[in-house]
């Protein structure tokens, strides 16, 4: 059951979440339901065709309807605004947020139509005559990459964004350049079992249930732009719309409302946004525009899509020696904000939660005639992680050994933390084996397997999957992504009445920071929650911020937090002191009173100390009056949260259809500041993991580049009939990098979900000759592999 | 072209002037102002604009405003007085059944619906009852749980 908010020890409390009041009654208020005086509306006529020159435009039909007020051509718009930005260290092609000469990928922004209301600006857009000159359609990524079918960006010979990234054993980390294959030809040459395998970690559609939207107003005479937009980094977009516009940070305010979840796919500033800011200018009125879902599939980024040739060498014992992957990521027509970075996690990821001692990553990333790619929820982790625990169970298999032992024999082990990887990455801390026999015990293991055993017997096709994920999380240090920064900022202010306004750069879309982030400070103060607000997602209200991303917003939002709250803690002991006539340095914080510690209530009152600061008399020496501090945080680090994820499946013979019947699941985030948040996040996780493993996969047609799966008709994101109950449990292991201890667990389920099914529906098929299948698992692929065709 | 039609919004009649193709959506919340009913998709796939018409469950984007003339439809905004929550929502909140909140008022109406046909309502009831309702952020487990929690405490 849940409790109630009651003040003290709140942090490891089942609180329940102080947004939902306004969510499940309707009340929230999300970018969509905003309506603002004088408002025009958006619409934009898309390319339906993947790669081509644009010959002419003609708008005069749209110009002529009543109520349209301006059509733009992406020329006309690149008049006004230049080229979109990246944050990535990589070279980038010229990306326009309305094109202007040549379509990549279809959906890709070719006019954009300002009209009085949405609907008419959408028929303005279905007028608009375009003539392409078609190029062949570049779709397959190994193809590509040796310019066939064709160019897509002529600064990019083969279409080569990133064309050779290595990692590893044997590379400088400096210069990226391979000095030594000798550690990685003798592990290969040495080894008693070696597993080669080329897998896919397919393209995704990211799908938060609310589409993007944005709404700008451009205020003559003040200059100043309000964006109120589906973001998940109102401060990184500020950034990003200031200098795109040429206007000064000041002069960009831009709020993320409620917002309907991001899944990474909200992190980036897109044309549209791009478009409505410079056309709200231009014209001095407000706009809007509001994606509708097929525009959502074509045109808001994809995720995953990466090829991995992966080579696992080992000794008769499953001791692995070497890993070596060969990846292929296909990022699609152009770089967003971090599109080329994206895959370099996945080779971050090659060690997996294993004491390796060899290992090596090479990373081509390749343009196509597609959506972009980008931070799509686990953001490369999954893909490496899927590419590692399905080589380890491969190599099981080879053995004849227990998944399980397969990957005892490897853990890194409790006291070689901090471990650095032979890839160069630093985990925190990690007690894998602990949580490993956890989670076999929580499953029955044993039983487990004499059931499948016993079901085989009676004809039917059961398997189980194992997989054991590490993950990167809580970013940063600025270090790992040098052209944003990645440090957050907070602030915390107590009023004169005692209650207490605190803001966070993390911007909540459904995590709960509202509840969590207020937890954590009416612990720290010793006032009720309800005595404190988080304000968030307004650049207008908090000072500073980078967003939220990357499972970082407890880890390095929280501890700005604390921070801030320290420095605030720090004044009022100064003030309470004068007040009770003793030491700073003897003052606690509980129950609503600042006293000596252990004896806080015979001291003075939270607000009434609150209420000293602001009319201090007298002030006390060499203090100024107020209560409001601020802080800005970074952590020295990444954090690793772990995890082992026990799944059985069973394949119906006659369909092919899989249904997955056990989900057990350990997970180790570190210290928990709500559970109920944390098993949500966690919930949540899976359900997007299964979908990669069982329902989800972007197609494009090869011929045409048609984006095949434009709908939820085609694409199926997981319904609720599509899992069993979730057994979950948990281990704590904190991280010594930040003074909650805590880890992030945004991404977690995705990242263990996936390889865990897979490796279950190949146990399954083990009989039938199965070693590997490719996502996603359609009926039809099993049904085929059952009749022992390919799949 | 507009045509007249008569609807009666949470217990309050309304007379409007539609375009034919207006959806009763957009009706909700582009006239009405009532924008707790939320657009998740084109193809009443996802069921976040989930309203109750004439006491059965409807995805009022399958709805043209015309065809709702004459009817009755309670959206999120009415399912309770001001102040007050429903069982479900109650259940919601208390289970943790939302993360973003998005698809949560078409999910609550879907909810409604299906404890008035199956007024306990197994784990498989839930599970099917609410297939028309797509969640990216929960993994439904807590809406489950919301909805059995909701359907125990109306005995």
Redesign the interface.
Known sequence: ??MQATPGQLVGQRV??R???R????????V??MKLPGMLHLAFKRSDVAHGIIRSIDTSAAEAMPGVELVLTGAQLAEIIPPMPVATPFPAPDHHAVTPDRVRYVGEPIAVVVATDR?LAADAADVIEVDIEELPAVIDPERAANGDPAVIHEAFENNLAVPFAPAGTGVNPETLEVEDESALNEAFENADVVVSQRMFSQRLVP?????RGVIARFEPGNDELTVWSTTQNPHIARTLLAAILGMGQHQVRVIAP????G?GSKINVYGEDFAAAAISRDIGRPVKWIE???EAFMTTIHGRDVIGYIDLAATGEGKVTAVKMRLIADIGAYEMVLTAAIPTLVAFMISGVYDIPVVRAELTEVFTNKMPTDAYRGAGRPEGIYFLERAMDMLASELGMDPADVRRVNFIQPDQFPYTTAGGMVYDSGEYERLLDQALENAGWEQMKADRDAARAEGRIVGLGMSFYTEICGFGPSAAMPTVGLWEHASVSVERDGKVRASSGASS????HETTFAQMLADDLGIPMDDISIIHGDTGQVREGTGTFGSRSQVVGGTALLMASGKVKDKMRVFAAQMLETQPGDLSFSDGMIGPTGQEDTGVAFAEVAGFAYIPIPLPPDTEPGLSEEAFWEPEGFTWPFGCYITQVEIDRDTGELELQRFVGVDDCGNVINP??V??Q???????GVGQALTEEAVYDEGSGQLLTA???DYQ?P???D?P??ELDHTVTPSPLNPMGVKGIGEA?TIGSTPSIVNAAVDALSGHGVEHIDMMLRPEKLWRLIQGGDA | MTVPISVTVNGRAHELEVEPRMLLVHLLREELNLTGTHVGCDTSQCGACTVIVDGSSAKSCTVLAVQADGGSITTIEGLSAEGEMHPLQQAFWDEHGLQCGYCTPGMIMSGVDLLERHPDPSDDDIRRGLDGNLCRCTGYEHIINAVKSAAGGAE
């Open positions: 059951m849940t329940r979440r947004e939902d009041p969510l499940v009654k309707g009340r929230g208020s999300y969509d339901d609907f799908n938060a249930m609310e589409p409620d917002v309907g979840g899944f509708d879902r097929s879309h459904g995590q709960g109920l948040i098993a949500g966690i919930h949540g996780g899976i359900a997007q709908s939820f008709m994101i319904r609720a009939r899992f109950r979730f389920g």
